[in-house]
């Protein structure tokens, strides 16, 4: 099928979950649940897996899982994602024997993250295929877990912290396999990754990835912050998606503070996102282009992207739109003369990529590079839980905008382009439709923008503990924000999730059997946030 694909394969429901849970005699505890989630349960260490293959055989998606430490008890949680809401479940383990069995077993898409709580809080998963440490900082010692509260927030550093080179790689032995390192430190400005190729020939036979290398401490810095202080962390965890992750941890806020936000204020927070979107994929389509050595295409998606993001300073005062987002509103609002230029704009845009991605989708060159390579099946993109325009390309259709519609999207019609093929080819023609669909979102927004309503509204501390979860469909896909508040309104806890912990693990799936020449296009067309990975 070379078209889009108009079926929606919508994932399993909670409503079925549940019950099968307690039909597996398995013990729900009710919780008082962040707000902003469908349901939170709590179970038994013991039942931790078999929750998780309850929800695989249920078809729920697996979105994440974190910890927070309550001395002398660790809480996991796990979201899932249903196509009637989210799921968080919770089990609590001792800190000092905190062990779990694992659910990557049943979700390959827990794999990293469970290893990275076995790093940061010292759970142990008994049945984990993978016990090597994920995050080998060389600042803290193995013993060492820097998310328990004793764990100071400069760490234990010693005079010149060690070089990372110890991390035990996979090896693949035969005749005429070798081994080609890329990184960690690569040519330009690019962030530290390690890329560990086996190959024979050009072909690549393996990839193996290590990712990780500058832990920022992001996590603990946001501890005891204000709203305020924590809204500009945030919209640092990965600065091409600022705006997500912003609206993600001010949506936790709200939503735990109990804050209505104006109407008017949310409409310009989707205004701001999905220019952060239409920036990303020109940025995007250029550079996959300029991989194969198509400069055309390049110099004008980077001419598109440059202008853009002029406008976007000239009206929000950044070209990346940092702190436009702040806890209970926007910074900035659009008088009239503005929004008559947004519009404009638009319609412009329209114009000139219309013109543009067809000449891409028809010149056979280009093509002969970008078709069936890097081939990223359903199945795959189902088992690894891929995002965004990853996933779409290859039919996992998930977009909470559509699905679980937050404001001001419940008034908005959102389309959802997908495709079965799975390569850059597909990844390149889903990010040309979203900047269509992005437009038109924009011109939906500027003709439905209410006419007044304050900018911000106050975020005033309730006086005692409060969760809240935010859920924002970033340009990579679905940003996660869990958020903890004390009485007085200060953090106590503060995780995001960026998309690319999910969509980094396609990228070692789709360059197998590729060769060696294409590894940069197939790296480009996932385009993984190092900084959202490395908090």
Known sequence: MSGRQK????????????????????????????????????????????????????GLRWSACWGEHYPPQILAKALFFGQD????????????????????PYYPA??????????????TFTDHPDGRRWMCHQAWWQDQFPLLKEFPRAGTPEPE????????????????VYEIPVGPVHAGII???????????????????????????VEKSAEGRDLASLARLAGRVSGDST??????????????????????????????????????????????????????????????RELWQRQSLALFGHRLLMDVVIPGGVANDLNTAQIELLFSEAARFKQEVGTLMPLLLEYPSLQDRLRDTGILSPQQAKELGALGYVGRASNQQDDLRRDLP????????????????????????????????????????????????????????????????????????????????????????????????????????????????????????????YAGHDL
Not at 85 to 104: F, I, R
């Open 7 to 58: 079926e929606n394969k919508t994932p399993g429901r909670l409503a079925e979950l549940l019950p099968r849970l307690r039909e597996a005699g398995i013990p729900l505890q009710p919780v008082n649940a962040p707000v902003g989630i469908a349901e939170e349960i709590s179970v038994s260490p013991a039942d931790w897996g078999k929750v998780a293959q309850e929800a695989a055989a249920c």
């Open 243 to 304: 705006v997500a992750h912003t609206w993600a941890a001010c949506q936790a806020a709200e939503r735990a503070l109990g804050v209505s936000v104006s109407s008017r204020s949310l409409f310009i927070r989707a205004l701001l996102a999905e220019r952060e979107r239409v920036a990303n994929h020109l940025g995007d389509i250029g550079a996959i282009c300029n991989d194969v050595g198509f400069t055309f295409a390049h110099v004008q998606f980077s001419r598109l």
């Open 110 to 123: 827990a794999n990293r993250p469970e290893r990275y709580l076995q790093d940061m809080f010292g759970v």
């Open 191 to 217: 962030e530290p990754g390690h890329f560990r190729f086996h190959a024979v020939g050009e072909t690549v036979l393996r990839l193996e990835e290590h990712l990780g290398y500058v832990h920022r401490g």
């Open 406 to 529: 937050y404001a001001p999207y419940d008034l908005l019609s959102v389309d959802v382009p997908a495709y079965l093929q799975g390569d850059v080819a597909k990844r390149v023609r889903v990010r040309g439709d979203e900047i269509a669909v992005s437009l038109g979102l924009i011109e939906q927004l500027l003709k439905k923008i209410p006419a007044d309503g304050p900018l911000a509204v106050p975020c005033a501390p309730t006086g005692r503990d409060c969760m809240g979860i935010g859920l924002i469909e970033g340009w990579r896909g679905e940003t996660l924000c869990y958020l903890h508040l004390n009485g007085a309104g200060r953090v106590l806890r503060y995780f995001p999730r960026d998309p690319s912990w999910l969509n980094w693990p396609t990228l070692e799936v789709l360059i197998a059997d590729n060769i060696v020449p294409d590894f940069p296009v197939c790296n480009k067309s996932v385009n993984g946030s």
């Open 161 to 176: 912290t060690r070089p990372d080179f110890e991390y035990p790689f996979a090896v693949l032995p035969g005749d005429g």
């Open 85 to 104: 809401g989210h799921l968080l479940v919770q089990t609590a383990l001792p800190e000092k024997l905190a062990e779990l069995p694992s659910q990557t």
